[in-house]
């Protein structure tokens, strides 16, 4: 149990373009998503988290007009990465926490590399 | 903001030694968790601490939530093959919303078997 999908799971695009990549989670639901960026060899840095129903709260420095969040299931999440520049190319994972759990556990999806040409 | 720093950055050890690595803070955690990632993949759960004193076990993985709460360590045993990757502990701080909580990441440790 406790699946994260995300799709694409690599998307590679032209400057000036916008990308949206998917999060689902298969076999739970969840109130709650949360978007990372990764950059290579480094950790993960939480973007935003994103609330069914209700506007995303994104970290500090993280711009909410280029990075925009939906959250319209509680399944489903979507981040769209708005006229992409090369400096956005990483690697974006999202994760999911189950509504019904009392306990902070958050389960990650695979991950979507996007690069941008 | 709060930061977790882990040790060691990387190790490097033969097939079927023990591995130990921690995690530490400046200020503490209401919530511990250890999570694996493979190149190219998201981060898995390995295990999930969420009281002071805490020691879980998983198969071979086992850790502690450390009694301050700024503290936490993961120990593998007889390491073999598939366990080399990238582990990453997450703290989640107090004073989150209830079902918001946001984790913070330490830096990671690399581990690699040297056949």
């Known amino acids: 149990g406790a699946v994260v999908s995300q799709h694409p799971s690599w998307v590679i695009c032209k400057s000036g373009t916008s990308v949206k990549i998917e999060c689902r989670s298969l076999?739970?639901?969840?109130?709650?998503m949360f978007w990372y960026r990764q950059f290579p060899k480094q950790s993960l840095m939480l973007m935003a988290t994103?609330?069914?129903?209700?506007?995303?709260?994104?970290e500090q420095g993280v711009e909410k007009d280029k990075f925009l969040i939906n959250h319209a299931s509680l399944t489903l999440s979507t981040l769209t990465v708005t006229s992409a520049h090369p400096e956005d190319s990483s690697f974006y994972i999202c994760?999911?926490?189950?509504?019904?759990?009392?306990?902070?556990?958050?389960?990650f999806g695979p991950g979507t590399r996007l690069l941008v040409l | 903001g709060q930061q977790l720093n882990q040790s060691p950055q990387s190790m490097f050890i033969q097939e079927g030694e023990d591995v130990s690595m921690n995690c530490t803070s400046s200020?503490?955690?209401?919530?511990w968790l250890w999570y694996k990632q493979d190149p190219g993949e998201g981060p898995v759960l390995l295990i999930a601490?969420?009281?002071?004193?805490e020691l879980t076990s998983n198969g071979r993985l086992t850790a502690q939530f450390g009694i301050t709460r700024k503290d936490s360590f993961l120990n593998i045993s007889a390491s073999i093959p598939s366990d080399v990757g990238i582990y990453f502990c997450?703290?989640?701080?107090?004073?989150?919303?209830?079902?918001?909580?946001?984790?913070?990441f330490g830096t990671g440790t690399r581990l690699t078997i040297i056949p």
């Open positions: 994760s999911a926490r189950p509504w019904d759990r009392d306990q902070e556990t958050q389960y």
């Open positions: 076999d739970f639901q969840a109130t709650t």
């Open positions: 994103s609330n069914e129903g209700s506007k995303a709260t994104y």
């Open positions: 200020s503490i955690f209401n919530t």
């Open positions: 601490l969420y009281k002071a004193g």
């Open positions: 997450a703290g989640s701080p107090p004073g989150s919303n209830f079902g918001n909580e946001k984790l913070t």
